[in-house]
């Protein structure tokens, strides 16, 4: 979203009020955001609080002042990069897929060859009616992506399907189609993530200090990159990325049990989790009581990596290695040792690489030693960088 232009069209649905976060959600994510109401929605919403949100005069109807308006349309129409209309009634439905262009918004959403994003909103009679569905249909066959209504209590005290999606997921939808390619179109790729928690007892246990950050990112752009993906993922504090299939999981012996069962299926698989090296031996069934000293003795984890390696047919394979010394050395010889077509290494021991932070600064390693080495980057940088590399792989 950073310094992307959004144009939100908010048209006369009670849900016109979400509108103000969904707007105030676009700029906190870096955009640069101009509202243009139709004139039933401001007696919603005054104009004014869109003004103040946005920092941008809103557009309303402009017949009254024509000498601006033949510009102003025109305008809006080529600075955008992308419209929301949200909510999307099912007059500004009807006027799309119909090529109506009799207010502001109606006229630029035919001027504009940005991309186009509707949020339909409305009684859910209304949403089902043979109409507003054709007319849906016929926009999505323009390749005007269309956001499926919720289901719940309707402003109108019906039950049913209508509801405007919570701004956050509608933020989250367009961000995601922007950034789409189709470079692992057809492909699927499994990623893991977060750092794996082997249980002492019920209510203890082991785990590292993975954010799980840089496999979420990886999963988002391997997503965008047009693969079916699966996040494969020991407990983070993240929110699940758009358009994946998420499998929650907490031990290595859980993870690997889970990524086994894919392998045989898939085209890819990236390990960015911090798999726990040792277990506990015996597991207590129950809380184990305080004492005055006590010794844990940790059995070996099987190395699931090392496993895919071993028994690699037709997948790809890109490891992970977090250092804090020799990070190259290591780093071939754990290519050789696991059998894998990529390595990222990182040195964790730098403030701007690894655990926690943002930011990553990571070196690719390939088979026969070949080396990459990337500057510090974000890690959502990092990962595109990751899923352009598996993509020329
Ligand atoms: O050998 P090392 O632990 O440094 O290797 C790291 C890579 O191996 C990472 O990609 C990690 O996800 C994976 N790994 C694994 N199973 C383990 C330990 C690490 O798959 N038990």
């Given at each position: 979203?950073?310094d992307?232009?959004i144009?939100?069209?908010?048209?006369a649905g009670?849900?016109a009020?979400?509108?103000?976060?969904?707007?105030?959600?676009?700029?906190?994510?870096?955009?640069?955001?101009?509202?243009?109401?139709?004139?039933?929605a401001?007696?919603f919403?005054s104009?004014?609080?869109?003004?103040?949100?946005?920092?941008?005069?809103v557009?309303?109807d402009?017949?009254?002042?024509?000498?601006?308006?033949?510009?102003e349309?025109i305008?809006?129409a080529?600075?955008?990069?992308a419209?929301?209309?949200?909510?999307a009634?099912?007059?500004?439905?009807?006027?799309?897929a119909n090529?109506?262009?009799d207010?502001?918004l109606s006229t630029?959403l035919?001027?504009?060859t940005?991309?186009?994003?509707?949020?339909?909103a409305?009684?859910s009679n209304?949403y089902?009616h043979?109409?507003?569905q054709?007319?849906?249909d016929?926009?999505?066959?323009?390749?005007?992506?269309?956001?499926?209504?919720?289901?719940?209590?309707?402003?109108?005290?019906?039950?049913?399907?209508?509801?405007?999606?919570?701004?956050?997921?509608?933020?989250k939808?367009?961000?995601?189609?922007?950034?789409?390619t189709?470079?692992?179109?057809?492909?699927?790729?499994l990623v893991?993530?977060?750092?794996t928690?082997?249980?002492i007892?019920?209510?203890?246990?082991?785990t590292?200090?993975s954010?799980?950050?840089?496999?979420?990112a990886?999963a988002?752009?391997?997503?965008q990159?047009g693969?079916?993906t699966?996040?494969?993922?020991?407990?983070?504090?993240l929110?699940?990325?758009y358009?994946v299939?998420f499998?929650?999981?907490?031990?290595?012996?859980e993870?690997?049990?889970?990524i086994?069962?894919?392998y045989?299926?898939?085209d890819a698989v990236?390990?960015?989790a911090?798999?726990?090296?040792y277990r506990?031996?015996?597991?207590?069934?129950n809380?184990?009581?305080k004492q005055d000293?006590?010794a844990l003795?940790?059995?070996?984890n099987?190395?699931?990596l090392a496993g895919?390696?071993?028994?690699?047919?037709?997948?790809?394979?890109?490891?992970?290695?977090a250092?804090t010394?020799?990070?190259?050395?290591?780093?071939?010889?754990?290519?050789r040792?696991?059998?894998l077509?990529m390595?990222?290494?990182?040195?964790v021991?730098?403030?701007?690489?690894?655990?926690?932070?943002d930011?990553?600064?990571?070196?690719f390693?390939?088979?026969?030693?070949?080396?990459?080495?990337?500057?510090t980057?974000?890690?959502?940088?990092?990962?595109?960088?990751?899923?352009?590399?598996?993509a020329?792989?």
């Amino acid at each position: 979203m950073k310094d992307k232009h959004i144009v939100v069209g908010v048209t006369a649905g009670i849900a016109a009020y979400k509108a103000v976060d969904l707007v105030s959600r676009l700029r906190k994510a870096g955009a640069d955001v101009k509202v243009v109401m139709t004139k039933n929605a401001t007696k919603f919403v005054s104009p004014l609080v869109f003004g103040e949100i946005s920092k941008h005069p809103v557009a309303v109807d402009m017949f009254e002042e024509v000498h601006d308006w033949n510009v102003e349309h025109i305008a809006y129409a080529t600075w955008a990069d992308a419209y929301i209309v949200a909510p999307a009634t099912a007059n500004i439905i009807g006027k799309m897929a119909n090529g109506i262009a009799d207010d502001m918004l109606s006229t630029q959403l035919l001027a504009t060859t940005a991309p186009i994003f509707v949020c339909p909103a409305m009684n859910s009679n209304m949403y089902a009616h043979p109409a507003v569905q054709e007319n849906l249909d016929t926009l999505r066959s323009r390749g005007v992506m269309i956001m499926e209504p919720d289901s719940g209590l309707l402003a109108c005290g019906v039950e049913g399907k209508g509801r405007l999606p919570n701004p956050e997921n509608i933020v989250k939808w367009v961000d995601f189609h922007l950034g789409k390619t189709d470079i692992l179109n057809g492909k699927t790729v499994l990623v893991s993530a977060g750092g794996t928690q082997e249980p002492i007892d019920p209510v203890r246990f082991i785990t590292n200090r993975s954010s799980g950050k840089m496999g979420y990112a990886i999963a988002l752009k391997a997503a965008q990159a047009g693969a079916n993906t699966i996040l494969v993922s020991a407990p983070t504090e993240l929110d699940v990325p758009y358009g994946v299939t998420f499998v929650p999981v907490r031990s290595a012996m859980e993870m690997k049990a889970v990524i086994d069962g894919y392998y045989h299926d898939v085209d890819a698989v990236i390990m960015a989790a911090a798999v726990a090296d040792y277990r506990v031996a015996e597991t207590a069934d129950n809380k184990i009581k305080k004492q005055d000293s006590m010794a844990l003795e940790l059995v070996k984890n099987p190395d699931i990596l090392a496993g895919l390696g071993a028994s690699k047919a037709h997948q790809k394979l890109i490891g992970f290695a977090a250092e804090t010394q020799y990070v190259i050395e290591y780093g071939k010889e754990k290519v050789r040792k696991k059998n894998l077509d990529m390595l990222v290494a990182n040195d964790v021991s730098k403030a701007n690489a690894g655990f926690d932070v943002d930011t990553n600064e990571v070196t690719f390693i390939y088979p026969g030693d070949q080396i990459v080495s990337l500057p510090t980057m974000s890690k959502i940088d990092v990962a595109e960088r990751i899923i352009q590399a598996l993509a020329d792989l």
